[in-house]
């Protein structure tokens, strides 16, 4: 009859180390699953814009420069109150760097030129503007609105223009800027005659 007693205890043991097992290994799959959505969720930022929200996913595995510093401005609010400044239907929208007004707002320094990690200026996807010269983007960006090959990186004849993230919500959003009137203000061509805003720019929670 002892035999027996110890028998179910130890069956009774070995049942409550298989649960708490169950337990530990559910535990460590939501932990991951909860570490992953955060992490996902750094690398989205969402443009409020008078005309609707635009979500970028970032991809800062094959542009890690040009995503921090993005997200640089980002954090700092820097893109708050700034306008899409310039539009070209079946091309592109750029904004980021100009108020209201047509003044330029000041940046940082700017970065080195990711243009070689693979990326394609495909529609849909996110690059850094920049002049002429290859290592010159600072704050302002364009959305690429139709597959634009020719911006593209090709070893020593085009330096190309850095993409570092694509739109992943909001194409309708990019595809209304795209189609809105355009005009001179200033020096400046093809700025839309009515201020499409971006209210604010933040990291998706």
């Known amino acids: 009859m002892l035999s027996t007693y110890y028998a179910v205890v130890k069956k009774s043991k070995t049942l409550i180390q298989i ?5 530990i290994i559910c ?7 909860m570490n992953k959505n955060k992490t ?3 690398n989205i930022v969402v443009l409020e ?18 995503v921090a510093n993005f997200l640089t401005y980002v954090n700092e ?13 079946g091309f592109m929208i750029q904004g980021g760097g100009f108020t209201k007004m047509g003044r330029d707002k000041p940046s940082h320094p ?30 302002q960006f364009f959305i690429n609105t139709a597959d634009n090959a020719n911006l593209d ?23 209304a800027i795209e189609s809105v009137k355009v005009s001179s203000r200033g020096p400046y061509d093809n700025w839309p005659v009515e201020d ?5 720019a933040y990291v998706k929670k």
Not at 27 to 33: I, K, S, V
Not at 49 to 55: D, F, R
Not at 155 to 175: C, E, K, L, W
């Open 77 to 89: 609010g820097y893109y708050d109150g700034l306008v899409f400044h310039r539009v070209i239907k």
């Open 110 to 139: 700017a970065i080195i030129l990711e243009s070689n990690n693979g990326l394609q200026n495909k529609a849909g996807t996110i690059a850094m503007a920049r002049t002429n010269v290859p290592d010159s983007a600072t704050s």
């Open 153 to 175: 990186y090709v070893p020593s004849t085009n330096p190309g223009y850095a993409v570092f993230g694509f739109v992943s919500a909001g194409m309708d959003v990019v595809r």
């Open 196 to 200: 499409i805003t971006i209210i604010k």
């Open 19 to 23: 649960i708490l097992v169950i337990v």
């Open 27 to 33: 535990a460590m799959l939501l932990l991951m699953l």
């Open 49 to 66: 814009t008078s005309k609707g929200n635009i979500e970028i996913t970032l991809d800062p595995g094959h542009s890690p420069v040009t």
């Open 40 to 42: 996902s969720n750094q």
